[in-house]
């Protein structure tokens, strides 16, 4: 069973870092684009940033310059580091990928269950 699960969630104060991690598990061919999306009580999910199979990287204007998203293939595993947390980062994050599965044709979206993140003091 192909599964994405995050972790490093939690309760930060404003101006600090956390990072969270999705790892990818199952019977997998390939992972192509990885992702993290948001979403806030009473809002719509977003986009928060997106890295490609080579590494190519796309930031939401909200957070260009404090996150960073990286992915380690080997252990397919997506990571979002947060720098200089606001309280309207607050928000469920989560992660998808993009697979290709073992006998299957064509390119499946898979999302995590989500993690809370709390910027608060």
């Known amino acids: 069973q192909v599964q994405l699960v995050e972790s490093g969630g939690g309760l930060v104060q404003p101006g600090g870092s956390l990072r969270l991690s999705c790892a990818a598990s199952g019977s997998i061919s390939s992972i192509n684009t990885m992702g993290w999306y948001r979403q806030a009580p009473g809002k719509q999910r977003e986009l928060v940033a997106t890295?490609?199979?080579?590494?190519?990287?796309n930031y939401a204007d909200s957070v260009k310059g404090r996150f960073t998203i990286s992915r380690d293939n080997a252990k397919r595993t997506v990571y979002l580091q947060m720098n200089t947390l606001k309280p309207e980062d607050t928000a469920v994050y989560y992660c998808?990928?993009?697979?290709?599965?073992?006998?299957?044709?064509?390119?499946?979206?898979?999302w995590g269950q989500g993690t809370q993140v709390t910027v608060s003091s």
């Open positions: 890295i490609s199979s080579d590494g190519s990287t």
């Open positions: 998808n990928g993009d697979l290709s599965l073992p006998g299957r044709r064509g390119v499946y979206r898979y």
